[in-house]
């Protein structure tokens, strides 16, 4: 079992920045694959980015907040990060933790995951 705690959300303005924490705990990380993913009211969850924990591999796939966001990991501390930059107001979301043993060709896929956080507010005014 692995569970992940987030933290770091809040109200932001518009052009500013936002970094998520995600806490890891119990059982080791090697091998797995960490991700973000983000949900707004009425719309499916989405894809934000992932990272192998092995290798510090990062990957954004065309999610929306690629180039303006940076995922990161912290294998002595086991925290994943997630530093947001230049907010939009449609960057509004809870914003979710996940980790699992995950294939190339799953990583933007939420169903790939077996373990996820209880999610963080970010709302971005205007």
């Known amino acids: 079992q692995v569970q992940l705690v987030e933290s770091g959300g809040g109200l932001v303005q518009e052009g500013g920045s936002l970094s998520l924490s995600c806490a890891a705990s119990?059982?080791?990380?090697?091998?797995?694959?960490m991700g973000w993913f983000r949900q707004s009211p009425g719309k499916e969850r989405e894809f934000v980015a992932a990272i192998r924990w092995n290798d510090d591999s990062p990957w954004y796939g065309d999610s929306p907040g690629r180039g303006r966001f940076t995922i990161a990991r912290d294998t002595g501390k086991n925290t994943l990060y997630l530093q947001m930059n230049r907010l939009k107001p449609e960057d509004t979301a809870v914003y979710y933790c996940?980790?699992?043993?995950?294939?190339?060709?799953?990583?933007?896929?939420?169903?790939?995951?077996?373990?996820w956080g209880q999610g963080t507010q970010v709302t971005v005014s205007s």
């Open positions: 996940a980790a699992g043993l995950v294939g190339n060709n799953g990583l933007e896929l939420d169903r790939q995951y077996a373990y």
């Open positions: 119990g059982r080791s990380l090697s091998g797995y694959t």
